[in-house]
Structures are given as structure tokens and as C-alpha cells.
């Protein structure tokens, strides 16, 4: 089977392909793999243009304005001399706005088009433009960036295409390092850059969407590279749907969102082939270290199973935090990272606190905690003190056992189904990304050994966005493990069953649990406090609505945020889930800087203003659904 070219300028290049992606079971894997395969004509133009060449790309420029309702030629009569008519200004005359918000060029999909005015914009100089038409600029160049990568990668499937056919062995690894040995040369690349290069294009070559979606500027580079690796597990047909229903909306999410949601996909369609994964990867298990370009080292233990590094890195940070609470210097990163160091090589993390003294104290990185000048001086909406829902199990400092014995608080969440084992639906450890719902079990019944930990439990809605929370309780956590299961061993599939069966099962457990359900579009303001400090209760609520700072694309975990009156409390701003919501201490800063407004319409969404003009919505990551 072939297709015709796929036309990159083309704004709907191959209305035939969406038709045949939604057959796609119909295909065979060798079918679907030869989708949206690159035409020569697709490559074309990469070698120095001939003069007729030149004239067919006019002649396309010129179906593309026309196609947009626009002529320059008439436009420009008398206006622009000649054949100028590619400069911002002109641009911005013809085309509605330019590359200002809103205007034509700022939607333009990638092309000869789009190129020919971004040079015209940087010809003129950029300096004449506004700071809307310069993020516009910056937006297409982007855009063109992208569709330059899917044309690249169209190149190394055609070049790759071309050697396996030709191969006497095909598919044998002597061959591969053929043609990636002619990708290095010709790039100049490393053997490793080369076959991670050879490796992308051929992982593209199975998801149609994907590739489409660079070619049209929708997604980048980045952004493919994330479907490729976590789509790496699923069979064809399965990895082209999942890349079908994320192509459209991965251009608004992070590299980071979109690994996460596109991770968690892959847990719901196939669990079981997600936790072979894992145990395959743990074969894998290793500690690394290497040199930092600094002069520094970094040190990391790789494959490790995933309940074992959640719960060690909470330990981390809940040690950490007592050490800061008890005034030892630096920032939390820092702290952690000589806790880390300390545990490993032996030394009582108690040494890293300061001598007793005058003068102590680390007046450098405490946080600008009061922005609104009210409220105790110092006891700001932070989330670093022993009130935040990731504190030190709440302690005022360290109990018996030392700091050592600190276990932290685990915020897992899974949806109330695979919370009672009656799904296999994958759950989530906040701050550490999705697991599986093995792995969550696994840490649930790792954790519920150790008396030390803390609890919270977030039930999720449809939609995946949080609905109710549970506050942190200290005590045994859920039965996670059927009887006679070792600790430490992921259940096996359907175990999670038992989990409800008997006095004491699960159903108890969560029965006993207090739920406060979430603000929705209009605010009731149940829990408003006239105090400029949130109350515990929601500080993990709002932290439980938004798991990282409310910045677009910011993951800082809302654990290690403030909580921000996004109206200042001394303007009259409720402490209130409606004028609430985590800020790292970056952003918290970016708030306060000319030009920028942060608005909250209503409970959860996030307006930002920026000093450019354009306007930025956020609202709450869902979890998992
Ligand atoms: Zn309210
Ligand atoms: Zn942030």
C-alpha cells in the first residue's frame, strides 16, 4: 500500500490518512508501519533550488494565500516596492495582526509561507516589532522547527527504508550499524547520537499521528521522543491509538505532562505488559556515578523497583526538612542531597546541623513567605514548615530513633476502584509520577509496616481531576498486601481482591476515613478562615487539587511550594480554595514582577497575564482517571 506525498505546507496535507488511521485495526502491523511512508516529493527542495523550483514554490505561496483569502500582489500595489512584501510590517497590515496574538501568521501552520515572513520579520529588524508580534515570531519559528525535525526524520525512515530493502540479511544488526554509520558521517554525529537518531525515526515510523503532527508544526522534537520512548512497550496497532489520541493535545503539555499522561495510558491499556517491563528492567538495577561537567560528581541507583525509591526518597525529604526546621543551612535541594550522601556513606544525617550558637540561623534561604506583609512575620503560607502535608510526619522534631527514623508522608492516590483491588488501574505517588497498580500496592504495604508514616488519600472524579481528600492521618496505612504475602513482594495479579475481604480489609480502612469534597466553579466557602495562614485541613486540600505550582508547565511538586492568596490578603483576598493555590518560590517571584497579573476565576483555574500580553490558563493536572 502507498500514499500519496504528505505535503508539509498543506494546512489538511492527506484528508485520506485520518480516514485510514481510523481503520487502522483493519491493517496489518507491515501496513500501519508503511503509513504516512515520505514521498520523494516530501524531501524535495533539501538540495541547492533550481530556478523552476523557485517558481513552483511562488506559485504555492501564492494557493496559500489565496487559499487564506488574501493577495498580496493587490495589497501591496503602491504600498511595498516590489517584491518586499515579506516584512513584519506588511505582514501585519495584510494579515489581521501579523504574528501578534490572534493574527494569521500567529496560527499559521509551518510551510514556505510561514518561513518566507519569519525572514522578512528578523530582515527588518526585530527590534520594530511589539512584544506580542516577537512571541508570535518566537512561536513560528517553533512551529518551523518542528516541521524541519519531521522532515529530517522522514529522511532517515526513507534512507533506512532504502538499506533494509537493499540488505542481504535484512533485519540483522550488521545492517543497522550500516546505515547509522552513514547517519554519522554524513551529520558528523557520535555512533550513539547516530543510532539514537536512526532509533527515532524508525519508532516514528509506527505512529502515523505522531509523525504528522511534527510535519504540521503541531508538536516538536521533544515531544516525539516522549512518544516514542513510553509508546516503546505497546504493539503497533495499540501505540499508533494511543499516539492518535494524544497528537492533538500534546502541543499544550509539558514534555513532562506529556510523558506522565502518555506513561499512564500505557498502564490502563496493558498492565500486566507494563509490570513485565519493570521486572525485565530490574534486571537492569545498577548504582551510577559519574563526574558533573562542574567538577562535582553525581551519584544515582538506576532500575530500582519503585515503591523502594518513593519511600526512600520521602525519608530524604522528611529528614531534610527536620533539619531545616532545626536551622541547619540550605535549601531544601541541598539538604536532601547531604542527607542522601550522608545515609550512604554511613554518617548520622544529625551531623549536618549546625553547632549550637548565636548567628545560626539562614536568614538566606528563608522564603520570602509574607508577601502581603500580614499575618505572623515568618509563618507565611509555606509549605516548608511542619505544617505542609510533606513535613516531618508533623514532629517537632525528631522523635526516638534520631532523624534517621523519620519516614515522611506518602500522598498515593489511586482511583477509588483500584484503591478497594478491584481494578488493576494504575494509581500514582505524588511527586513521583504514575505506578502501577502493582507497585502501588506494593508501597502501600511497605508502608503501612512502618508506624513512622502518614497518610493521605485523594479519590479522583471521571475527568481524573481530584474530587475529595482525605487529610493525613498517622497510623496504620491501608491493608495493602493479602495475608501471607511477603512484604516487600508485589502482590500478584487480582491479590489487591483480598484486599477488602475481612474485618480490618480496605473497605474499613477507607470507611474510617473524614472526605472534604472540592470546590467546583463557584466557591461556597465552607472552608474560609479569616486567619492569613491556612489551616492544615486545606493546605492539603488545595495541595491535593493542584500537585505542582500553578505556573504553566512548572512540575515543582505543590509539597515544596507556598500556598499564594492569588489576591494579596491585605487587598481583601479570602483565605480560601478560591483564592488559594501553590507557587514555587520562582514563580512566586515572577508573580510580583512588572507586567505579570494572576487571576483565579474560579477554584483550581489560574490566569496568568504576562508583561507581552497574551494570557495563560491553567488549571489542575488530573490524576490518573
Ligand atoms: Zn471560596
Ligand atoms: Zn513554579
Given at each position: 500500500m502507498t500514499l500519496p506525498?504528505?505535503?508539509?505546507?498543506?494546512?489538511?496535507?492527506?484528508?485520506d490518512l485520518d480516514l485510514m488511521l481510523a481503520g487502522a485495526?483493519?491493517?496489518s502491523e507491515e501496513e500501519l508501519a508503511g503509513l504516512a511512508e515520505p514521498a520523494d516529493g516530501e524531501l524535495a527542495?533539501?538540495?541547492?533550488?533550481?530556478d523552476e523550483d523557485l517558481a513552483k514554490l511562488d506559485e504555492r505561496l501564492d494557493e496559500e494565500l489565496a487559499r487564506l483569502g488574501l493577495d498580496l500582489d493587490a495589497a501591496c500595489a503602491g504600498t511595498c516596492p516590489e517584491a518586499g512584501h515579506g516584512g513584519p510590517g506588511a505582514a501585519a497590515a495584510l494579515f489581521g495582526g501579523g504574528f501578534a496574538e490572534g493574527g494569521v501568521l500567529d496560527g499559521l501552520g509551518p510551510g514556505p509561507a510561514l518561513a518566507g515572513f519569519s525572514q522578512g520579520a528578523v530582515d527588518e529588524g526585530?527590534?520594530?516589532?511589539s512584544d506580542d508580534e516577537l512571541v508570535g515570531v518566537l512561536r513560528a519559528s517553533w512551529r518551523l522547527s518542528a516541521w524541519q525535525a519531521g522532515v529530517e526524520l522522514a529522511a532517515v525512515a526513507e534512507l533506512d527504508h532504502r538499506r533494509v530493502r537493499a540488505a542481504e540479511r535484512p533485519g540483522s544488526s550488521l545492517a543497522d550499524d550500516h546505515v547509522a554509520a552513514e547517519l554519522a558521517a554524513a551529520l558528523v554525529l557520535t555512533g550513539r547520537s547516530a543510532d539514537a537518531l536512526l532509533g527515532l525515526a524508525r519508532d516514528l515510523a509506527r505512529l502515523p499521528a505522531v509523525r504528522k503532527a511534527l510535519l504540521e508544526g503541531r508538536i516538536d522534537r521533544a515531544r516525539a521522543v516522549v512518544f516514542a520512548a513510553e509508546l516503546a512497550g505497546l504493539g503497533d496497532i495499540a501505540a499508533a491509538a494511543v499516539a492518535m489520541g494524544f497528537a492533538g493535545i500534546a502541543g499544550s503539555m509539558t514534555t513532562g505532562q506529556l510523558r506522565a499522561a502518555v506513561k499512564a495510558m500505557v498502564l490502563w491499556l496493558d498492565p500486566a505488559a507494563a509490570r513485565r517491563r519493570a521486572e525485565q528492567g530490574q534486571g537492569q538495577a545498577r548504582v551510577e556515578a559519574w563526574p558533573e561537567g562542574s567538577g562535582n560528581a553525581g551519584l544515582a541507583g538506576r532500575e530500582l523497583p519503585a515503591a523502594d525509591a518513593v519511600a526512600a526518597d520521602k525519608r530524604i525529604t522528611a529528614i531534610a526538612r527536620a533539619l531545616k526546621d532545626a536551622g541547619a543551612p540550605g535549601t531544601l535541594d541541598q539538604l536532601r542531597a547531604a542527607v542522601f550522601v550522608a545515609l550512604l556513606a554511613g554518617r548520622d544525617p544529625e551531623s549536618l546541623l549546625p553547632t549550637p550558637?548565636?548567628?545560626?540561623?539562614?536568614?538566606?534561604?528563608?522564603?520570602?513567605?509574607n508577601p502581603a506583609g500580614a499575618g505572623a512575620p515568618g509563618d507565611g503560607p509555606g509549605g516548608s514548615g511542619p505544617t505542609g502535608p510533606a513535613g516531618a510526619a508533623g514532629s517537632g522534631g525528631p522523635g526516638?530513633?534520631?532523624?534517621?527514623a523519620l519516614a515522611g508522608t506518602v500522598h498515593l492516590v489511586m482511583p477509588a476502584a483500584a484503591w478497594l483491588g478491584l481494578s488493576d488501574a494504575p494509581g500514582e505517588a505524588a511527586g513521583s509520577g504514575p505506578l502501577d497498580a502493582w507497585a502501588c500496592r506494593d508501597l502501600a504495604a511497605r508502608l503501612a509496616a512502618g508506624p513512622a508514616t502518614r497518610w493521605q488519600v485523594t479519590l479522583t472524579g471521571p475527568d481524573g481531576r481530584a474530587v475529595a481528600h482525605a487529610s493525613p492521618r498517622a497510623g496504620p496505612g491501608p491493608p495493602g498486601q493479602p495475608p501471607g504475602g511477603p512484604p516487600g513482594q508485589p502482590a500478584g495479579p487480582g491479590g489487591g481482591r483480598d484486599w477488602l475481604a475481612g474485618p480490618g480489609g480496605g473497605r474499613d480502612w477507607l470507611a474510617g476515613l473524614r472526605f472534604d469534597w472540592l470546590e467546583r466553579r463557584t466557591c461556597s466557602h465552607l472552608r474560609q478562615t479569616p486567619r492569613y495562614q491556612p489551616p492544615d485541613r486545606l493546605q492539603n486540600l488545595i495541595r491535593a487539587r493542584q500537585r505542582t505550582c500553578s505556573f504553566p508547565g512548572c512540575r515543582r511538586p505543590a509539597t515544596r511550594c507556598d500556598l499564594d492568596h492569588t489576591l494579596p490578603y491585605d487587598q481583601g483576598g479570602p483565605t480560601c480554595e478560591c483564592n488559594l493555590s501553590p507557587l514555587c518560590r520562582m514563580h512566586h517571584r515572577t508573580k510580583q514582577a512588572g507586567g505579570w497579573n494572576l487571576t483565579q476565576p474560579e477554584p483550581g483555574v489560574l490566569v496568568w497575564a504576562t508583561p507581552h500580553g497574551r494570557t495563560y490558563t491553567v488549571t489542575p493536572d488530573p490524576y490518573l482517571a
Open positions: 506525498p504528505t505535503d508539509p505546507t498543506d494546512p489538511d496535507p492527506d484528508p485495526e483493519e491493517l527542495g533539501l538540495a541547492e533550488p533550481a526585530l527590534g520594530g516589532l550558637g548565636p548567628g545560626q540561623a539562614d536568614g538566606e534561604s528563608e522564603p520570602d513567605r526516638p530513633g534520631g532523624l534517621a
